[in-house]
């Protein structure tokens, strides 16, 4: 296997063989700036409880742009949501003046780790996002998908919201249908000061698939995220957040649910860091792990001097339903200001056996009583999601993953 | 006519600990027993053993209901077949509703007796009429189960479940314990509107104070594992004068 690793002598090797890319980006400079950065492996410290790295050097590839007419097979769709569907890490709709597709990518000043100069050099373009508070639409559906291509894709999309302003947005990871999706994302998001934003993301993979999603999110002052993370993966997801509440009175609020299946890795690393006084973020990640699965929780808070009055709050719950699943849970603090309220918890168990027999006792049967069980600790992170299309499609999702069980 | 329940020389152990050890008991259709005793006599562990906990383990005698062997049946067969427990620590079920609870709880034992699926809207005007019965506030059914209830609150909940399901046997166990006098008249009258010449129940308590609102029909008295005493309510008058103490040393 080692000859298959994705190192950065690797990838120079395999950029040789498309000389296509040198027309969109400074080729040179990205692969040197992956030289320096270097790309993981499992000896670091990031990456030690993952079974693998993502991805292999023969995946990297150049997608062609997809035909304008391509018929496509979106599971959700809703009237009040514009849907802005992202094939192959390429847009399907003409622009708006709120969406636009940007070639060249960005160079991105902020190099953040290989994955991400990874996603600059084979991205075809940034999918921006820009929204003011007099924006006419308010609600955005963007479902990412891969058609017909079984290589590496590399969308990135750019989300900046002006002072004041209020939008709704549902990212969806789709899986691979009838191939693997492998997909190496980059997000960013900008909130203005007192802008507010509602997110949804899901991620749903297939057992071969691969989904890495760096996501980058600084918070101007007296803004608002209030975000749904949904891993739904039988196959390999991993989410690298690095949220900045940038501004005083800056506040998060991120509710993560990991339904795994088969043998599928469910990945969140997430790095919140306070930098302003009276920053609040409330982080709460659940997983529920059967058969094989394996889940990781990295989340680190960080409260930099001068952030008083800091609330920050991190709790990680994980329910284990056979002996082969595994979790690695480390939530960590770093506090370098005084006046502050944070706290962490985490916990990792089986069904409760108390619960499990009051509900017999009450008639149910063994399978009736587990899936109640788990609706309802999935639910407590579901009934955050405002918007009541959403919440019955998430539902739906829920209740398919857990008829597949065994 | 065929008893509910014949309990007869029943030992049972938890973690490998003997904890009933050697009880025989008999109830009839239409009867209320009481059991009282101290705290670690067993009384709990009966009701848990009668409902069919997995956590205990019965290693010797026999339990018949309604004539037929009760130890092989799974909980929730028991349940189906119209035994109830009324539980002392009500567990909480973040997450899930408690209408919804209720309702599939009906549904599974009104399927078991062969009767129809009861709908939500239907549903909803039972439960409503039964929780004003037992002056229960509407909004607890639309909370979780159990989840930020008051210990009052979660036995009243109890007590709605025994109002709903109807069973033919329910055990209660401590149901009185952490209700001030005016909860334990609204739920004792609610115990006692079900009570008729078919339906049984087993009460196990710590005061006679709960036997002057149910009125049971026979008083056993329970001692480390077995029945030391049986008589009429003149029993339980004698106990809350003279404690336990006299039982033990007879």
């Known amino acids: ?406 | 006519m065929t008893p509910t329940l014949v309990i007869d020389q029943v030992h049972a152990s938890v973690d490998g600990q003997e904890i009933l050890k050697g009880i025989s008991l008999e109830i009839r259709p239409g009867e209320m027993h009481a059991i009282m005793g101290r705290n670690g006599s067993g009384k709990s562990t009966l009701a848990h053993v009668l409902a069919g906990n997995p956590h205990y383990e019965i290693t010797s005698g026999s339990i018949r209901y309604r004539g037929k062997p009760l130890e092989h049946l799974t909980p929730e067969e028991r349940a189906q077949a119209g035994i109830f427990l009324s539980f002392q620590y009500p567990v909480v079920i973040p997450g899930v509703n408690n209408a919804y609870f209720l309702r599939t709880a009906l549904n599974a034992v009104r399927k078991a007796r062969g009767e129809s699926e009861i709908d939500a809207v239907e549903f909803l005007q039972l439960a409503r009429e039964k929780m004003g019965r037992l002056e229960m506030d509407k909004s607890y059914l639309n909370r979780a189960v159990n989840e930020g209830f008051s210990g009052g609150e979660k036995k009243r909940n109890e007590i709605l479940q025994l109002l709903l399901l109807e069973p033919a046997f329910a055990i209660l166990d401590e149901t009185d314990s952490g209700l001030d006098i005016d909860a334990l008249r609204i739920i004792s009258a609610g115990v006692n509107s079900l009570r008729d010449s078919r339906r049984s129940f087993l009460v196990i308590t710590h005061y006679q104070r709960l036997l002057n609102y149910m009125q049971p029909d026979v008083i056993h008295v329970m001692i480390d594992g077995k029945i030391v005493k049986t008589g009429g309510k003149e029993l339980a008058l004698t106990l809350e004068e003279q404690g336990y103490s006299w039982l033990e040393t007879s």
Request: net charge negative.
């Open chain 1, 1 to 406: 296997m080692a000859g298959n690793l994705l190192t950065p002598k690797a990838v120079a090797e395999r950029v040789r063989s498309l000389p296509d890319l040198a027309n969109r980006v400074p080729v040179p400079d990205l692969l040197d700036r992956i030289q320096r950065q270097g790309l993981p492996t499992l000896r670091q410290e990031e990456w030690r409880h993952n079974r693998r790295v993502f991805f292999r050097p023969e995946d990297l590839a150049c997608p062609p742009p997809p035909p304008p007419d391509l018929p496509l097979r979106l599971p959700f769709r809703h009237d009040d949501w514009i849907t802005y569907p992202i094939l192959n890490g390429y847009p399907l709709s003409p622009a708006s003046p709120e969406i636009t597709f940007q070639t060249p990518p960005a160079e991105s000043g902020a190099a953040r780790d290989g994955y991400h100069t990874l996603n600059r050099l084979f991205t075809p373009g940034d999918h921006v996002l820009r929204f003011s508070p007099r924006s006419p639409i308010s609600k955005v559906y963007v479902p990412l998908l891969n058609g017909h291509w079984e290589q590496l894709t590399c969308p990135a999309v750019d989300i900046r919201l002006e002072e004041g302003a209020t939008v709704d947005l549902f990212l969806h990871h789709l899986p691979g249908r009838d191939g693997v999706s492998l997909r190496n994302t980059a997000v960013s998001i900008h909130l203005g000061r007192g802008a507010r934003l509602r997110l949804f993301t899901l991620d749903e993979t297939a057992p071969d698939d691969q989904h890495l999603t760096t996501i980058h999110i600084v918070q101007e002052g007296d803004s608002h995220l209030g975000w749904v993370l949904e891993q739904l993966t039988g196959g390999r997801s991993r989410w690298d957040l690095s949220h900045r509440l940038q501004g005083e009175g800056a506040e998060l609020e991120l509710d993560g649910l990991g339904l795994l299946s088969g043998s599928g890795e469910g990945d969140l690393h997430s790095v919140i860091t306070h930098h302003s006084p009276h920053t609040t973020s409330r982080e709460t990640v659940k997983n529920i792990l059967p058969e094989r699965s394996h889940g990781i929780f990295n989340g680190k808070v960080i409260v930099d001097p001068g952030a008083v009055k800091t609330d920050a709050r991190q709790s990680n719950r994980n329910l284990l339903l056979s002996a082969d699943a595994r979790m690695h849970s480390n939530p960590q603090l770093e506090i370098y200001a005084d006046d502050v309220r944070c706290s962490h918890g985490s916990a990792t168990g089986q069904l409760d056996p108390d619960q499990l027999f009051y509900l017999r006792s009450r008639g149910l049967t063994p399978d009736e009583s587990r899936s109640l069980l788990l609706t309802g600790f999935a639910r407590d992170i579901l009934d955050r999601l405002p918007w009541e299309e959403v919440r019955s499609y998430s539902e739906s999702t829920l209740h398919a993953w857990m008829t597949d069980l065994p």
